[in-house]
């Protein structure tokens, strides 16, 4: 069992950076792939990024790469994902995800969930 609490979201200007951060709790963090979603108001969740449980590897979505990267602390039980140059496209709940399994971009394979934080991007 995994439990993640994200946070780091807020209110932001255009072309300017959010940081957020996702804790989670157990013993046996460093086994799960991690990933952050967003989901935009009337909106699917949609993919953000991934980091391999193992080798770190990492893909990001092609509407945040350049712009955003996922990384973990496997000491600290922490994932982040630092948002930079964003955009008001980018406005959205966004979600940290745990995945005791290979990666995947599908969100309905994601076992754990946190609560999600609002970010917003002014123009």
């Known amino acids: 069992q995994v439990q993640l609490v994200e946070s780091g979201g807020g209110l932001v200007q255009a072309g300017g950076s959010l940081r957020l951060s996702c804790a989670a709790s157990?013993?046996?963090?460093?086994?799960?792939?991690m990933a952050w979603f967003r989901q935009a108001p009337g909106k699917e969740r949609e993919f953000v990024a991934f980091?391999?449980?193992?080798?770190?590897?990492?893909y990001h979505a092609d509407s945040v790469k350049g712009r955003f990267t996922i990384s973990r602390d496997n000491a600290k039980n922490m994932v982040y994902l630092q948002m930079n140059s964003l955009k008001p496209e980018d406005t959205a709940v966004y979600y940290c995800?745990?995945?005791?399994?290979?990666?995947?971009?599908?969100?309905?394979?994601?076992?754990?969930w946190g609560q999600g934080t609002q970010a917003t991007v002014s123009s």
């Open positions: 995800a745990a995945r005791g399994r290979g990666t995947t971009l599908v969100a309905g394979a994601y076992d754990y």
């Open positions: 157990g013993r046996t963090f460093s086994s799960y792939v």
């Open positions: 980091i391999n449980r193992s080798d770190g590897r990492t």
